[in-house]
């Protein structure tokens, strides 16, 4: 069966760190992988979409990796600050028909002053 | 306008009662979704329109009814829910054409059913 993998269900890192955040998956072949972030009592927001083809990605304070063969994707905050602890969603598309997601736990990210 | 809104934000009903969520976007985006979401987990897909037409049911009980009258509006209508269907229900959007699709997710509504 298919399976998304978010192996930290939370991490707390103290102000200005590097939060990484791994998102691994099994029996998908995905074109794209999604990130996503949720506040408690909101509705997710998109962050960046990483292709297949594409082995990083760079927005703002945010990176993402894709690595096919390992199956894997890694989502780094880069000079942390308290107004990013949230939850952080991976999703990838399913095997159904359009573009139905299916998304991971999610890892609940605290930091500190 | 790039949001998706939903109406209304709580709801408290009992198990006999019949509500509608209620769901609008205004970006053009052809396919409009429902996921239901309980504490600590992910979103769950519940339903998908694409082009004003159900494409996608995962199964969802019949006391769920989804309805989409037009590109822009997406309802789900609830009747005779029980305890366990509470939840936050949220719908998103999202541009239903081209390879790659990011999805706009409203605030959703927190249903409580006594």
């Known amino acids: 069966s298919q399976k998304i993998e978010q192996n930290s269900e939370a991490l707390n890192i103290q102000e200005g760190k590097t939060a990484t955040l791994t998102c691994n998956y099994t029996n998908y072949s995905p074109a794209y992988l999604q990130w996503y972030r949720q506040d408690p009592g909101r509705g997710p927001v998109f962050l960046l979409l990483?292709?297949?083809?594409?082995k990083e990605k760079r927005k703002e304070r945010l990176k993402v990796t894709f690595d096919t063969t390992l199956k894997q994707s890694l989502f780094h905050i880069t000079a942390s600050q308290p107004a990013d602890s949230a939850t952080y969603l991976c999703a990838l598309k399913g095997d159904r028909s359009g573009y139905a997601l299916n998304f991971g736990k999610g890892t609940s990210l605290l930091v500190t002053p | 306008d790039t949001e998706v809104t939903q109406t209304p934000k709580h709801l408290v009903m009992g198990m006999t009662n019949k509500k509608s969520l209620k769901c609008e976007q205004h970006m053009g985006h052809r396919a409009m979704y429902w996921y239901k979401q309980k504490a600590k987990k992910p979103p769950e897909l519940m339903f998908v329109y694409s082009y004003e037409k159900l494409s996608i049911n995962e199964s969802v009980p019949s006391r769920f009814s989804p309805e989409c009258p037009n590109s822009s509006l997406l309802n789900l209508h609830l009747h005779a829910l029980q305890p366990e269907d509470s939840a936050l229900y949220l719908c998103?959007?999202?541009?239903?054409?081209?390879?790659?699709?990011?999805?706009?997710f409203g605030p959703g509504t927190r249903l409580t059913v006594l």
């Open positions: 998103a959007s999202s541009p239903g054409q081209g390879d790659y699709n990011e999805q706009f």
């Open positions: 990483i292709r297949e083809n594409e």
